[in-house]
């Protein structure tokens, strides 16, 4: 539901962040089971939001970084009514996905850097803070857009395992056909019998379609919602820009869930720096695992996610 613009007390709004090149429809359940499990009766709104160059977002301007998602999410709850900051300013609580957890760590350094209280809490799914272990050693040397490029050109090694750079290259490639798709089957048939992509991915991205925007394209006919250039420079962004030090300054409130099943996504020595953090934060920061969820952790192990959140929507301050 739409938050509303006034009420007796400030609002309380729980912002959910989607990954790249997903939408705000892949939260859309997973919000209206957190207001039915009881944040709703403690008077909190739900808030989803397409990233710029996804789904009904505008592409915005330059640069397409993981700060300038930030101050989009700003720039929403401002339009909304509702005041990130200042007197009367709303209760928030962030949560992200993938790249939509830096977005989160994101908005709240934005917060903290400019005098305003950092949400209640923010929640990252299966999203790391810092440099991806795969270009870790690249990150420093490389500029995002080099950086993509480079997974790109060797994206078939991340076919079977289905990788983000895999997915970027097929996607990239289905947003520069000249000719619309004929409807969304189609899309998704050309995306797995011509790019490779296992049926629940090419369905999935395929929910990012729109109806063609030519005037003499035939009935039903789509194409890709995605400004995938501004995608690219995102995921670009995404991987050269580390947050560490917010986990690490106990200013905020933050937990991070790891999805058990992407271990080796993250690495020793991340997942170690990450218990480092928590057992250094006097509470600040806490660090759950959901043992049998994949990546996509709320539609793995939804009903232990909502376990998850469940403490967050408490009336009184958590730390």
């Known amino acids: 539901p739409a938050p509303p613009a006034a009420e007796s007390r400030p609002p309380r709004i729980a912002v959910f962040?989607?990954?790249?090149?997903?939408?705000?429809?892949?939260?859309?359940?997973?919000?209206?089971?957190?207001?039915?499990?009881?944040?709703?009766?403690d008077g909190w709104h739900a808030l989803v939001l397409d990233h710029r160059g996804h789904g009904d977002s505008p592409s915005g301007c330059a640069p397409h970084t993981v700060d300038a998602c930030a101050r989009d999410v700003r720039e929403t709850l401002k339009s909304l009514g509702v005041r990130p900051g200042g007197p009367g300013a709303a209760e928030l609580v962030v949560c992200?996905?993938?790249?939509?957890?830096?977005?989160?760590?994101?908005?709240?350094?934005?917060?903290?850097?400019?005098?305003?209280?950092?949400?209640?809490?923010?929640?990252?799914?299966?999203?790391?803070?810092?440099?991806?272990?795969?270009?870790?050693?690249?990150?420093?040397?490389?500029?995002?857009e080099d950086l993509v490029n480079l997974l790109e050109a060797e994206a078939d090694?991340?076919?079977?395992?289905?990788?983000?750079?895999?997915?970027?290259?097929?996607?990239?490639?289905?947003?520069?056909?000249?000719?619309?798709?004929?409807?969304?089957?189609?899309?998704?048939?050309?995306?797995?019998?011509?790019?490779?992509?296992?049926?629940?991915?090419?369905?999935?991205?395929?929910?990012?379609?729109?109806p063609a925007p030519q005037p003499d394209s035939p009935k039903?006919?789509?194409?890709?919602?995605?400004?995938?250039?501004?995608?690219?420079?995102?995921?670009?962004?995404?991987?050269?820009?580390?947050?560490?030090?917010?986990?690490e300054q106990r200013r905020a409130n933050f937990g991070l869930v790891v999805a058990g099943r992407n271990r080796e996504a993250w690495g020793a020595d991340q997942l170690e720096r990450l218990r480092s953090a928590a057992a250094a934060s006097g509470g600040h920061v806490q660090v759950h695992t959901l043992e049998e969820a994949g990546h996509n952790v709320h539609v793995d192990d939804l009903p232990g996610l909502l376990r998850l959140l469940q403490p967050t929507w408490a009336l009184d301050r958590l730390v």
């Open 17 to 41: 962040l989607h990954g790249i090149l997903g939408s705000k429809a892949n939260w859309a359940t997973p919000a209206k089971r957190v207001l039915e499990g009881g944040a709703g009766v």
């Open 96 to 144: 992200g996905h993938s790249y939509g957890g830096k977005v989160a760590l994101a908005f709240a350094d934005l917060q903290l850097r400019e005098g305003f209280q950092a949400p209640r809490m923010t929640w990252l799914f299966d999203s790391m803070p810092g440099t991806p272990p795969t270009v870790a050693s690249l990150a420093g040397s490389m500029s995002g």
């Open 157 to 210: 090694k991340g076919k079977e395992e289905q990788s983000v750079a895999f997915v970027m290259r097929a996607v990239t490639r289905a947003a520069g056909q000249r000719v619309p798709f004929a409807s969304r089957a189609a899309l998704v048939d050309w995306l797995v019998q011509e790019q490779g992509l296992v049926p629940p991915l090419a369905q999935w991205i395929a929910q990012s379609s729109r």
């Open 220 to 247: 039903g006919a789509v194409v890709l919602a995605y400004n995938i250039a501004v995608v690219r420079a995102m995921y670009g962004a995404y991987l050269t820009t580390t947050y560490w030090h917010l986990l």
